[in-house]
């Protein structure tokens, strides 16, 4: 069992950054790949960038590349992901969730735990 709680959410103008956290509870988290998923107001939730257990290649959707970056700490048990040049289009609730598969997933079902979420808004 894997308990997730995100933080680091909040109001920024846009091409302004943010840091979100994501922290795990248990003792296996280094063996989970983790994956940050969003979802808009009115929006299907989507998935952002993941990275795997042991920290190598990390698969980001195309419209953050350059813009976000996902990175982990297995000794905190926390993934982070570092948001920078918002734009408006990045209003979401963003999700931290975590899959046993070995490589990044980028479907929802593929994730055993997801966190409450975490708001994040960036006015234009």
């Known amino acids: 069992q894997v308990q997730l709680v995100e933080s680091g959410g909040g109001l920024v103008q846009a091409g302004g950054s943010l840091r979100l956290s994501c922290a795990a509870s248990?003792?296996?988290?280094?063996?989970?790949?983790m994956g940050w998923f969003r979802q808009a107001p009115g929006k299907e939730r989507e998935f952002v960038v993941g990275?795997?257990?042991?920290?190598?290649?990390?698969y980001y959707k195309d419209s953050m590349k350059g813009r976000f970056t996902i990175s982990r700490d297995n000794a905190k048990n926390t993934v982070y992901l570092q948001m920078n040049s918002l734009k408006p289009e990045d209003t979401a609730v963003y999700y931290c969730?975590?899959?046993?598969?070995?490589?990044?997933?980028?479907?929802?079902?593929?994730?055993?735990?997801w966190g409450q979420g975490t708001q994040v808004t960036v006015s234009s």
């Open positions: 969730a975590a899959t046993r598969t070995v490589l990044v997933a980028s479907a929802e079902n593929e994730y055993d735990y």
């Open positions: 990275i795997p257990w042991s920290g190598g290649s990390t």
């Open positions: 248990g003792r296996t988290f280094s063996s989970y790949t």
